[in-house]
């Protein structure tokens, strides 16, 4: 667990939002542009390092909270999502932002993906897709393309990937949108958007692994990328066009907000935090109480 400094927000530079931890991500890696649109977006919003947490799992990518000054939860193997609603409906006037790996988000923590959806909560949940294990040299993740050859499939994956973009309209998130690492600019721009946006916020990042993902480089995917902002009239709320752009994948890869819709979030049918949130509320029984209580069961 990382605690932030008090610093209040119209004293806020970038300066606040670095950590004097050095990352250990290789030279070159994708990682180090997302680090750095999430400081960017941080600061264009004004959030003090003290208002923000981010959690995240197990992977190169979930190492992000110690490089960044602001609260940070280092939880197990895909489970940043389960952690963050919690601490979320403890505290929801934080800004709690997720960061996982793909193998992370839609591989281990996959169920816990799928429901954070359907619940939406408001938080903001970053995917670092690679389309690989990096942290464990190089297997093939959820989002590996069929056929590539990788440390476990040394003859080609033999499975299917997952297209993160539509199992989140299936799964009934309200905002889903791609970025790439290499373009922090944008990615900037995407993070203030899925912030500021009521509910959850799916940002899958693609997202160079220099080391282990020979296939899916940097010059790949900016062969491919485009804005669906370019799109003449896109309606980020036409759903079914949202479903046949998401499917695009290989020759054409669609970036910038896919799909946004308007829906209660969960905590707005919580009544308990209505007022004010949890960690703000008198605990009843006292805590002396509760103390009582437990002894009992000690
Ligand atoms: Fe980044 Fe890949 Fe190196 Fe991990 S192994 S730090 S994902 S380049």
Partial sequence: MIVAEMVKSSEVTLQNYKSEQ???WCAGCGDFGILNA???ALLALNIPPYKALIASGIGCGSKLPDYINANGYLTIHGRAL??????????HELVTI???GDGDGYGIGGNHFMHAMRRNINITHIVENNQIYGLTKGQYSPTTDKGMITSTSPEGAIEYAVNPITWALAAGATFIARGFANDPKKLTNLIQAAIKHKGYALIDVLQPCVTYNK????EWYEERIYYVDKIPDYNPKDIKK???IGLEWGEKIPCGVIYQTEKETYEDNLFQITEEPLVEQVVSPSLEDF???KSKYY
């Fill in 82 to 91: 389960p952690v963050l609603t919690g601490i979320h409906l403890a505290n």
């Fill in 38 to 40: 999430i400081q960017m």
């Fill in 98 to 100: 997720a960061v996982t």
């Fill in 242 to 244: 949202a479903f046949s």
């Fill in 215 to 218: 296939q899916n480089t940097k």
């Fill in 291 to 293: 103390e009582k209580i």
């Fill in 22 to 24: 050095k990352p250990t």
